[in-house]
């Protein structure tokens, strides 16, 4: 079933020989590695988002929306291709490519002398929205067992930097280089990322030898991209045009015939029964609604700070992008701090509290908002709790993944993890902008929206954070024992001959 072996820290046996189970310099820069890469996600989407009014110039088009749409599309019609592809042929080789040609279609953008190449580029750097999934994939194959659970959960809450330097970094390089300056800043970004994982981290020692099921990939890719770029558009299209419908509907019989096709292949894309398990359900649906709520925040806040309060009445303050940053900087902080001290504490309190003291805090922050907005103590302090739910949240998820799932199904498991958190995400956030959009008020020749709007916006936000609690308090997994008794790569492949071969 596999290709190498690597001994566990913590399953060697008797006559095995002892392998230290604390952090080392190697251990610490490959961790360190792993999160600045899978933090490029994040930050590379903040980069570009800054960037689109330079890039409309530059290239003189008013379709500038294709540079953040493409690259979606693109991540949704591969990530299951990728993800099961890192449980046959190694994690630490699919991050590598994926990396390799995101940093390609960086280069590719920066240089594009036309609009359609750009996009081409655009397309390619979608790779690298999967690349946190497979980031922690690996670290459960690799790392000793317990320290996995902080090195899994910094994996993904070391992205709140992206709230605190992005906006700062985008405008310096814009203004100093030009739009397009942020492509090859992410490009040289990625590089050294490339070369930091190759001297760091080893392969995981996990293969798992099946073919790979094309037809699924292919039905759940495109029902995945069709149903993202059906809510996508639906507001700008509408609901009942013949586009809309047609996108939604031919998503939804994607995904029914792959349920179909997986039930009869004899080596499935996943694993259906793990889908139907409880643990991975309420995983899938937990993951879902942290990043609606989320979601639904990060994207309205900013039009909310900026919006001049003689518009707005009884909320906005006429910020510029720096007046955001200023608000969205503590929140990052907050992020990062909760995200580093559960992931230390898990094998004392698990993940489970954690995941539940985070929802309470994205319900009762959104809510919060949507009540008190006048001032701006009241948005700044409201923000740094969510930011602290967002912490505790995004760091539990994936280690609720790694104790749902199999080592063997790891990666394609992590991809399904990170399709729901897409689609519940673009749909959440469709339902808040409809309420705004129902309330947009003219003035001074902009368009904004109403105080209503934004209190139902804040409130959906709110109730996905209810959601969440339910689902956290169902979990059946994610304690203390769970946490240090999770299966790793090394698990998986323990045997009569198995190689002596840790990170050390």
């Known amino acids: 079933m596999v290709a190498e072996s690597f001994s566990h820290p913590d399953t060697a046996g008797p006559g095995h020989h002892s392998v230290d189970r604390t952090w080392t310099p190697r251990r610490v820069l490959g961790l360190l ?23 409309a110039a ?46 390609l ?11 359609a190449l750009f996009i081409v580029g655009r ?3 979608g790779l690298l929205y999967i690349t946190p999934a497979l980031a922690y994939s690996l670290i459960r194959d690799v790392f000793p067992k317990r320290i996995i659970a902080f090195a899994v959960a910094v994996t993904l809450t070391g992205s709140g930097i992206t709230f605190i330097l992005a906006p700062f970094l985008a405008g310096w390089l814009i203004d100093s280089f030009g739009a397009l300056s942020i492509f090859w800043f992410v490009a040289i970004y990625e590089a050294v990322c490339i070369v930091a994982v190759l001297a760091l981290l080893p392969e995981s020692p996990l293969r798992v030898k099946a073919r790979l099921d094309w037809p699924g990939a292919v039905l759940l890719g495109l029902g995945g991209a069709a149903l993202v770029f059906g809510l996508g558009e639906g507001p700008e299209w509408g609901w009942g045009s013949p586009a ?17 096709w997986d039930r009869s292949f004899p080596e499935p894309l996943i694993n259906l029964p793990l ?21 639904i925040v990060s994207s309205i806040v900013p039009s909310m700070l900026q919006t001049p309060r003689e518009v707005g009445g009884g909320y906005g303050f006429g910020s510029d992008a720096i007046g955001v940053a200023y608000f969205l900087s503590p929140l990052g902080a907050a992020m990062v701090v909760a995200g580093f001290l559960c992931g230390a504490k898990a094998a004392r309190w698990g993940i489970r ?13 959104a809510l919060g908002l949507a009540i008190w907005h006048s001032h701006a103590w009241q948005v700044a302090g409201l923000l740094v709790l969510f930011g602290a739910g967002m912490g505790a949240t995004y760091g539990g998820l994936p280690n609720l993944v790694v104790q749902a799932s199999p080592p ?47 209190r139902v916006a804040f409130a959906v936000a709110a109730g996905c954070g209810l959601v969440s609690l339910l689902l956290a308090v169902l979990l059946p997994h994610g304690r203390r024992q769970d946490v240090l008794g999770v299966r790793t790569g090394a698990d998986a492949t323990t045997g009569a001959h198995q190689t002596e071969r840790v990170m050390d």
């Open 33 to 55: 590695a792993i999160v600045l890469l899978a933090e490029l996600a994040a930050f590379s989407y903040n980069l570009v988002a800054t960037a689109l009014p330079g890039i």
């Open 58 to 103: 530059h290239y003189r088009t008013d379709q500038v929306g294709w540079t953040i749409t493409i690259a979606n599309l693109a991540a949704a019609v591969v990530m299951a291709v990728v993800g099961k592809l890192a449980d046959l042929r190694g994690k630490r080789l699919m991050l590598l490519v994926a990396t390799g040609l995101a940093a």
């Open 105 to 115: 279609g960086a280069v590719l953008s920066a240089l594009a002398p036309n609009y």
């Open 123 to 125: 397309a390619l750097q």
């Open 244 to 260: 809309v419908l047609g996108l939604l509907i031919g998503g939804v019989v994607c995904f029914a015939a792959w349920l179909w």
């Open 275 to 295: 889908l139907r398990s409880r643990p991975m359900w309420t995983t899938l649906l937990l993951g879902a609604s942290v990043y609606a709520a989320t979601g």
């Open 353 to 365: 509290t954690p995941m539940i003291t985070g929802a309470v805090l994205l319900a009762g922050s």
């Open 408 to 454: 063997e199904q790891q990666g394609i498991a992590s991809i399904m993890a990170l399709e729901g958190q897409n689609i519940g995400t673009v749909v959440l956030i469709q339902v808040a902008f409809a309420a705004l959009t129902a309330n947009v008020v003219q003035a001074g020749g902009g368009v904004f929206y109403s105080e209503t709007g934004y």
